[in-house]
């Protein structure tokens, strides 16, 4: 499964619409994503994709676009 599907997935688990989803949507200011919804994403992105995201990494995630070239550059 792509990368892009898988993620899609994720956000779709998540209750974002599929109009809301393009590379620039920011996690933050588009999808309104908090504390707890960032949490929960990053659970499923580490499960989904079999990576671990150190704290210092989620700064990287701020937009769909960042979050899927942050998942490539990882998985093993």
């Known amino acids: ?11 779709r688990k998540m209750g974002v619409e599929r109009n809301e989803i393009s590379l620039n949507t920011s996690l933050s200011k588009d999808l309104c994503f908090d504390n707890f ?3 929960i994403f990053l659970f499923f992105l580490e499960s989904r994709f079999d990576i671990n995201i150190n704290e210092e990494d989620v700064p990287k995630l701020q937009t769909v676009g960042k979050t899927l070239e942050f998942v490539k550059n990882r998985q093993k």
């Open 37 to 39: 919804d960032m949490n």
């Open 1 to 11: 499964m792509s990368n892009d599907l898988s993620l899609y997935k994720i956000f």
